[in-house]
């Protein structure tokens, strides 16, 4: 399975910004992607994420409200869709995919999380 992130870029506060995740190769085996982002110094952080199933959708309380994710299947790209940007966005945003469940759905941790993508730069400025 392969990610390729894109759609980062410089932004002004309260602008809007769509990120895409083209995932390719295998992409019947994905079973959730997950958006997390890295700031520079902190802990990479769960965004949000979508079962590619059920449509069903995970938000980190911080993003409900802004950010939006959704899944074109006919593409196999996930859109994290995000509103009001603050200059607390501002980290490299990665997607991530899972390729089968294990013993429990943890969407928060990145280590439940089978492949990455290279990540795209969001920059927010105030």
């Known amino acids: 399975v392969q990610l390729v992130e894109s759609g980062g870029g410089l932004v002004q506060t309260g602008d809007s910004l769509t990120l895409s995740c083209a995932v390719s190769d295998d992409t019947s085996s994905v079973h959730y992607t997950g958006w997390f982002r890295q700031a520079p110094g902190k802990e990479r952080e769960f965004v949000a994420g979508i079962d590619w199933s059920y449509g069903t959708t995970d938000f980190a309380d911080a993003m409900k409200g802004r950010f939006t994710i959704f899944r074109d299947g006919a593409k196999n790209t996930v859109y994290l869709q995000m509103n009001i940007l603050k200059p607390e966005d501002t980290a490299v945003y990665y997607c991530?995919?899972?390729?089968?469940?294990?013993?429990?759905?943890?969407?928060?941790?990145?280590?439940?999380?089978?492949?990455w993508g290279q990540g795209t730069q969001v920059t927010v400025s105030s």
């Open positions: 991530a995919a899972v390729t089968f469940w294990g013993a429990d759905k943890r969407v928060m941790d990145h280590s439940w999380y089978h492949y």
